[in-house]
T-cell receptor, first 113, second 111 residues
Framework: DTEVTQTPKHLVMGMTNKKSLKCEQHMGHRAMYWYKQKAKKPPELMFVYSYEKLSINESVPSRFSPECPNSSLLNLHLHALQPEDSALYLC????????????FGPGTRLTVT | GENVEQHPSTLSVQEGDSAVIKCTYSDSASNYFPWYKQELGKRPQLIIDIRSNVGEKKDQRIAVTLNKTAKHFSLHITETQPEDSAVYFCAASKGGNQFYFGTGTSLTVIP
């Protein structure tokens, strides 16, 4: 299985809502990532988990809260988002270490109203 | 940190012609350079990658070259087809599970 899956595919939420994005992989990868991507822009790194521990937080606002319950799952909890947070949220996974291929999930298209 | 620049931002070619996209990086410690293709509404997909101990790599119509001294690497697509139309991103990594992306090139292949 060489696939990263993400749910939901689309999400519309109000600024007072709480929602979660989910990501799953069964490739045995021990590094998992959250990226934010705006249209025609490169993916922008948000968080990296390595061996289920948060290793990189790119100064992301606290309204985004990541969680890695086990080596296959990655969540992104959302609360009190702003309209400018509307974007494609991509999950990715890879082996831990130098120079290893990242596999991207299909993304969740988030719209904040 | 690493800074990856990518050119051109848009590229139009006639079907059957070649397309070349160039990236430069700033950190000489970077040692892994993937290229991603992203079609509209889809995920980035790795199309080819190269490591710093190799100067060139080919996979059918796609090739990547790396010049470590000049700190630049390029994607070459030959015999372009309409289905090659997409946004292409280069990236650089020196490990630590951190990837730095270029700004993207929107390639259009005109039938």
């Amino acid at each position: 299985d060489t696939e990263v899956t993400q749910t939901p595919k689309h999400l519309v939420m109000g600024m007072t809502n709480k929602k979660s994005l989910k990501c799953e992989q069964h490739m045995g990868h021990r590094a998992m990532y959250w990226y934010k991507q705006k249209a025609k822009k490169p993916p922008e790194l948000m968080f990296v988990y390595s061996y289920e521990k948060l290793s990189i937080n790119e100064s992301v606002p606290s309204r985004f809260s990541p969680e890695c319950p086990n080596s296959s799952l990655l969540n992104l909890h959302l609360h009190a988002l702003q309209p400018e947070d509307s974007a494609l949220y991509l999950c990715a996974s890879s082996q831990v270490g130098a120079g290893d291929e990242q596999y991207f999930g299909p993304g969740t298209r988030l719209t904040v109203t | 940190g690493e800074n990856v620049e990518q050119h051109p931002s848009t590229l139009s070619v006639q079907e059957g012609d070649s397309a070349v996209i160039k990236c430069t990086y700033s950190d000489s410690a970077s040692n892994y350079f993937p290229w991603y293709k992203q079609e509209l509404g889809k995920r980035p997909q790795l199309i080819i990658d190269i490591r710093s101990n190799v100067g060139e790599k080919k996979d059918q119509r796609i090739a990547v070259t790396l010049n470590k001294t000049a700190k630049h690497f390029s994607l070459h697509i030959t015999e372009t087809q309409p289905e090659d139309s997409a946004v292409y991103f280069c990236a650089a990594s020196k490990g630590g599970n951190q990837f730095y992306f270029g700004t993207g090139t929107s390639l259009t292949v005109i039938p």
